[in-house]
């Protein structure tokens, strides 16, 4: 390697840790990756905190507060290249679900002294107040990308990260199509390729834990649910999971939700 | 005309075995038949049947112990000669700056293949074409293609979804096999009239001391021979390839897109469809690469990525260029139609698009 190894900083915002664990979890490879980029802040792993500026920020976690609206505003600027690990850093993750809701009315009725919380009415994506060089898919992300992700970065190359559909995946591993053999929902065909199709792999319908793929066409996929017999509400939840807020998934959990409403 | 009784298949796959032969075949698992390791008659699917319709695939019990009472699953022997994932090629990187090349894999088993339907011959023909026809022959598919033994077993029970007839490749194979089965059950009779079609073929029929058909037997074979090609669940219009040709600017093809989800499923599923994608692996050291080759898909973004970006951005594009490639432009690049009317695509598409019959709306006859 060079003589300079670059800086690689790990940030948190609203998130379960889930993702920056997967980086710990690279035991077998966690070797190589500290010879060819310099671990230089990451609270979760180490009390060793060196100084900024950083050649590579991952950033996991979603803006809920405005407090977090600016430390990610600094963050930036102390940062090469920013890429966002998980669902939460790019779709805004489950807190998300507050985005559909009254978030005054929950402070309201869970907190004794409401003054005193400063919280946005949204979860948000980091995207949505700087700019990112890089969105890594996933609840939590995949082991292999964020290493291949790690290595494209080292090397100054794209990483190859396909945003096809599970169902990519679930084909190559040989799966039998749980939606077509056994008439289980799955999201696979709209849902964004890393997992490996873990969960058809299991016999269960995807989850879409890595949000929508390229070109997603989540309408066609919502008339084929409601023709296997899922009601309207239930299309609403299984599009309100950790990518809520993600456009299609968005917009699809919300025009069943006022097709749900004009039923009465 | 020779038999040999269900049993028999015991002793094929054992003296295939022990003839060196790693053995798959159709076997039962995740609620459908697949494609694996067979060992003997108990991992073949006796008794089970399989429904088809668009999008929709049932396995259900038969009332006798058909050894081959399906039609075809969701895999296709292509995930053997062209497996979904390889390393073609490993390159190290030497201290003096060169470079250092070995092939990927290690040398393939040599396979043979239980239950190959005629529509399946006719798609492993037509990939030898795509990978061993061109003016480059592709070495790793030729290497894992040479010493297959083949097994073939007619179709006596066409399913929903198969349109063989039409696209001339089945229910009966008639050349491309090593061996071909009937199998042929009625009343209390039950047994596999055999063919060999090479000396290799001949010489394995041999071991399994056949004896002639009787009378009941030669006629309820030719009685299968006969009406399995009147039970097909579909047809393609017979000017398929005319029809996209001149259907390019149909708005069919947005109508279509409504419905498609670009998911990739049906090139997939398909026994054909030859698209992969290239990807360089480096390790994290910079010391060693692979290139590995993936399956791919038209319906996938970056499979019409060139320097400027996407090309067919829309859902209408890819739809098109998988229909005229499978029954057009197919034609002109390697002399056959790209679709032997397995009807995979139309099973496993899991919002059930049709292909017969978006070759018959372009035409306008059908029902669009
Ligand atoms: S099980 Fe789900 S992910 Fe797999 S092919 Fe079917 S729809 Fe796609
Ligand atoms: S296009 Fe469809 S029916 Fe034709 S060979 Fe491919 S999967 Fe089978
Ligand atoms: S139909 Fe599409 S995936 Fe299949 S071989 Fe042609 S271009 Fe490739
Ligand atoms: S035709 Fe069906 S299987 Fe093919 S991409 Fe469209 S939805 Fe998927």
């Not at chain 1, 009725?109 to 990112?132: E, F």
């Amino acid at each position: 390697m060079s003589a300079r190894r670059p800086t690689l900083a790990v940030w948190k915002f609203a998130s379960c840790d889930g993702c920056q664990l997967t980086l710990l979890g690279c035991e077998d490879e966690l070797l190589a990756v500290a010879d060819a980029i310099q671990i230089a802040y990451f609270p979760e792993a180490s009390s060793a905190m060196a100084e900024g500026p950083w050649d590579l920020s991952l950033v996991e976690g979603s803006i809920t507060t405005p407090h977090d609206a600016e430390r990610i505003r600094e963050i930036r600027r102390a940062s090469r290249h920013l890429v966002t690990i998980g669902a939460c850093a790019t779709a805004g993750g489950i807190q998300a679900l507050r985005n559909f809701a009254d978030v005054e009315a929950f402070t309201r009725q869970v907190y004794a002294r409401p003054d005193w919380i400063k919280t946005l009415a949204t979860s948000d994506p980091i995207a949505a107040h700087v700019p990112v060089d890089f969105e890594l898919r996933g609840c939590p992300i995949d082991k292999a990308q964020l290493l291949e992700v790690i290595n494209a970065f080292v090397y100054g190359r794209r990483p190859q990260v396909p945003q096809s559909s599970v169902c990519e995946e679930c084909k190559r591993a040989g799966h039998v199509c749980v939606m077509v053999a056994h008439g289980t929902p799955c999201l696979g065909p709209v849902t964004h390729a890393g997992c490996g199709a873990l969960c058809p792999g299991c016999h269960r319908g995807c989850y879409g834990c890595f949000g929508p793929k390229e070109t997603p066409n989540a309408p066609a996929l919502s008339a084929w649910l409601e023709h296997l017999g899922m009601k309207r509400e239930e299309i609403v939840r299984v599009y309100r999971t950790f990518n809520a807020n993600s456009d299609t998934f968005r917009e699809e959990s919300l025009r069943h939700e006022r097709d749900t409403d004009h039923q009465g | 005309m020779r038999v040999i009784a269900p049993q028999a298949m015991d002793t094929l796959i054992r003296l295939l075995s022990e003839d060196g032969y790693e053995v798959v075949g159709p076997t039962r698992r995740e609620g459908a038949i697949v494609y694996d390791r067979v060992h003997g008659l108990d991992d073949l699917p006796a008794g089970w049947g399989d429904d088809h319709a668009p999008g929709r695939y049932r396995l259900w019990q038969r009332d006798d112990q058909a050894l081959f009472g399906y039609v075809v699953g969701p895999h296709s022997w292509k995930k053997y000669l062209f497996p979904p994932r390889e390393t073609l090629v490993r390159v190290h990187r030497r201290d003096d700056g060169g470079f250092e090349t070995e092939n990927g894999e290690p040398s393939p088993p040599r396979r043979a293949f239980i239950g190959v339907r005629p529509c399946e011959l006719a798609a492993i023909d037509v990939q030898d074409r795509v990978f061993l026809g061109q003016a480059v022959r592709d070495r790793a598919y030729g290497a894992r293609r040479e010493g297959v033994f083949l097994v073939a077993v007619n179709c006596a029970e066409p399913g929903g979804t198969c349109f063989c007839a039409s696209m001339d490749t089945g229910p009966r194979a008639k050349s491309g096999f090593d061996m071909a089965l009937t199998e042929v059950i009625e009343g209390g009779m039950h047994v596999l009239v055999a063919e060999a079609g090479t000396e290799a073929g001949e010489a394995l029929l041999q071991r399994l001391e056949p004896r002639e058909a009787d009378d009941a037997e030669r006629r309820a074979a030719e009685r299968v021979w006969r009406e399995a090609p009147q039970r097909m669940g579909r047809a393609m219009p017979t000017n398929a390839r005319d029809v996209i040709a001149r259907s390019l600017e149909h708005p069919r093809w947005e109508e279509t897109a409504r419905r498609c989800l670009s998911c990739a499923n049906c090139t997939l599923v398909c026994p054909t469809c030859f698209c992969a994608q290239m990807e360089e692996v480096p390790d994290l050291e910079g010391r060693v690469s692979e290139r590995v080759r993936t399956w791919d898909s038209c319906f996938n973004g970056e499979h019409s990525y060139m320097v400027g970006g996407t090309h067919r951005t829309t859902v209408a594009a890819r739809y098109r260029q998988w229909l005229s490639h499978k029954l057009s432009t197919w034609h002109d690049q390697f002399g056959t139609s790209g679709c032997v009317g397995c009807g995979r695509c139309i099973t496993w598409c899991p919002v059930g698009i049709d292909i017969t019959e978006e070759v018959a709306g372009l035409a306008g006859g059908g029902d669009s």
